[in-house]
Nanobody, 115 residues
Framework: QVQLVESGGGLVQPGGSLRLSCAAS????????TGWYRQAPGKQREMVAT???????NYADSVKGRFTISRDNGKNTVYLEMSSLKPEDTAVYYC?????????WGQGTQVTVSS
């Protein structure tokens, strides 16, 4: 059974930092492209950052310079380091793992940026 479990979300003040983790099980994690997406209330889910099997990264323009995606294949985990957080970063954050036509999603973790 494939599972992706996100953790690390919470309430943070503007300008603060959070580190999200996504632990995968039931798949050969190292051969999957992984990524973080987010969905704010009333909006469509959008890509935040992705990381390929060889470590190449891609970021949404809105988070470049503030967020960093990384992966630890030995721990089957992908991370999202978020800094200089803004209220508009408030959303449910989801991780996924993609291999060809196969996509697995986690259940999401809430990030709220508010004073």
């Amino acid at each position: 059974q494939v599972q992706l479990v996100e953790s690390g979300g919470g309430l943070v003040q503007p300008g603060g930092s959070l580190r999200l983790s996504c632990a995968a099980s039931g798949i050969m994690f190292s051969i999957y492209v992984t990524g973080w997406y987010r969905q704010a209330p009333g909006k469509q889910r959008e890509m935040v950052a992705t990381i390929t099997t060889d470590g190449s990264t891609n970021y949404a323009d809105s988070v470049k310079g503030r967020f960093t995606i990384s992966r630890d294949n030995g721990k089957n985990t992908v991370y999202l380091e978020m800094s200089s957080l803004k209220p508009e970063d408030t959303a449910v954050y989801y991780c996924n793992a993609v291999k060809r036509a196969t996509i697995h999603w986690g259940q999401g973790t809430q990030v709220t940026v508010s004073s």
